[in-house]
């Protein structure tokens, strides 16, 4: 089946520290891609579509300038927490979907950022 | 998006079949319906997807009532392992849509 890789699985760094964060479709091509977070006991949240070759769209609320995303390939796309804080804190997890006007989404593992 | 209403928990005996209800009484003709489920600490697992019919697959048994108002995702012999978080979504077929994340259902197997 189709799947979606994520990396890293964990990070830890300290406040004011810039986190990227990759997802790759592994065996299909995604022109679109998901960006979600996560807070302890909480439901995902969608922060951002990410666009093959176009700028992403961020939910409300959601600050473009402090989580940076670029989808430069159809198997790739990234998200960078910049200047992170420890409110940045939180599991991200990205998601794509195969071709296919039905087809489930698949999503990766998720990265857990603890900010210190 | 048609918005889904699910308990907020359930329990179910190791061994015995997990019946999970979800409601959708607003879903339209061109909405699917789909589960996932979240293990502690990890992304969403897709277990099944369908439209109008019934459906199944080496997971579990998705019930479509025939007013589609309605849905249950049936896990035959639940284990251990079956304990997660389950979401269920309706959504519009289409490419770049993204699917929106209700509570869920907090289902516990209980030995």
């Known amino acids: 089946g189709a799947v979606v890789s994520q990396h890293p699985s964990r990070v830890i760094c300290k406040s004011g520290t810039s986190v990227k964060i990759e997802c790759r479709s592994l065996d299909f091509q995604a022109t679109t891609m998901f960006w979600y977070r996560q807070f302890p006991k909480q439901s995902l949240m969608l922060m951002a579509t990410?666009?093959?070759?176009?700028?992403?769209?961020?939910e409300q609320g959601v600050e473009k300038d402090k989580f940076l995303i670029n989808h430069a390939s159809l198997t790739l796309s990234t998200l960078t927490v910049t200047s992170a804080h420890p409110e940045d804190s939180s599991f991200y997890i990205c998601?794509?979907?195969?071709?296919?006007?039905?087809?489930?989404?698949?999503f990766g593992d998720g990265t857990r950022l603890s900010i210190l | 998006d048609a918005k889904t209403t699910q308990p907020p928990s359930m329990d179910c005996a190791e061994g015995r079949a997990a019946n999970l209800p979800c409601n959708h009484s607003?879903?339209?003709?061109?909405?699917?319906v789909y589960w996932y489920r979240q293990i502690h600490s990890q992304g969403p697992q897709y277990i099944i997807h369908?439209?109008?019919n019934n459906e199944t697959n080496e997971m579990a048994s998705l019930i479509i009532t025939e007013d589609r108002k309605s849905s249950t995702l049936i896990l035959p012999h639940a284990t251990l392992r079956d304990t997660a978080v389950y979401y269920c979504?309706?959504?519009?077929?289409?490419?770049?849509?993204?699917?929106?994340f209700g509570p869920g259902t907090r289902l516990s197997v209980l030995p």
């Open positions: 369908g439209l109008k």
């Open positions: 990410s666009n093959e070759g176009s700028k992403a769209t961020y």
């Open positions: 998601s794509a979907r195969p071709g296919g006007s039905n087809q489930p989404q698949h």
């Open positions: 607003t879903i339209s003709g061109n909405e699917y």
């Open positions: 979504i309706v959504r519009v077929g289409g490419y770049g849509q993204n699917f929106v």
